[in-house]
T-cell receptor
Framework: TQLLEQSPQFLSIQEGENLTVYCNSS?????LQWYRQEPGEGPVLLVT?????EVKKLKRLTFQFGDARKDSSLHITAAQPGDTGLYLC???????????FGTGTRLTIIP | DTGVSQDPRHKITKRGQNVTFRCDPI?????LYWYRQTLGQGPEFLTY????????KSRLLSDRFSAERPKGSFSTLEIQRTEQGDSAMYLC??????????????FGEGSRLTVL
């Protein structure tokens, strides 16, 4: 099992600020996904990145896959209270679509 | 299709009792996964099925845990002789494999277990 470390573990910022969440591993992944989870619900997919160096944008969220496919980042611009939640990265290390999840970043946006 | 459903949503039991959780995946999905999640942490892989075949079981999973998917549709996860350390959210997810580029897992809302 490959470990995925996320940082920071907790982040609390004011509405309108920008933030970046990191997902790091010493192992290479064939693909990496980001999920968001709200209390009492299961995680919901935000994006999948496959190619090293790939950048994907989803409205105010920008996702980047590292060139070596060992790490990823999620950048949120002008954070809004609706962005509050637990952000999880998840890697597919053998290309068999069995995901290993990261340790999670709990984000709180203060109005 | 109403998505992945899990039952019960909450279970409180005494230490030493057995509990069973059920997961009904999205009907056309051939893969079904079980994960365990403790508060504020990422989901930890337990086991997964492709159709009725159990492809992998986590080495972290003790012999007290068993999962089945007898007809390749719904699945059950049983925990025997529960311990307080088993208290967690048990998440089920399903997917269609191979999925193409996304590899998306569709999660249920989870079954929360509290062992007293």
């Amino acid at each position: 099992t490959q470990l995925l470390e996320q940082s920071p573990q907790f982040l609390s910022i004011q509405e309108g600020e920008n933030l970046t969440v990191y997902c790091n591993s010493s192992s290479v992944f064939s693909s990496l996904q980001w999920y968001r989870q709200e209390p009492g619900e299961g995680p919901v997919l935000l994006v999948t990145v496959v190619t090293g160096g790939e950048v994907k944008k989803l409205k105010r969220l920008t996702f980047q896959f590292g060139d070596a496919r060992k790490d990823s980042s999620l950048h949120i611009t002008a954070a809004q209270p609706g962005d509050t939640g637990l952000y999880l990265c998840a890697g597919d290390d053998f290309g068999n679509e069995k995901l290993t999840f990261g340790t999670g970043t709990r984000l709180t946006i203060i109005p | 299709d109403t998505g992945v459903s899990q039952d019960p949503r909450h279970k409180i039991t005494k230490r030493g009792q057995n509990v069973t959780f059920r997961c009904d995946p999205i009907s056309e999905h051939n893969r079904l996964y079980w994960y365990r999640q403790t508060l504020g942490q990422g989901p930890e892989f337990l086991t997964y099925f492709q159709n009725e075949a159990q492809l992998e079981k986590s080495r972290l999973l003790s012999d007290r845990f068993s999962a089945e998917r007898p007809k390749g549709s719904f699945s059950t996860l049983e925990i025997q002789r529960t311990e307080q350390g088993d208290s967690a959210m048990y998440l089920c997810a399903s997917s269609h494999y191979p999925s193409g580029r996304t590899g998306e897992l569709f999660f249920g809302e989870g079954s929360r277990l509290t062992v007293l």
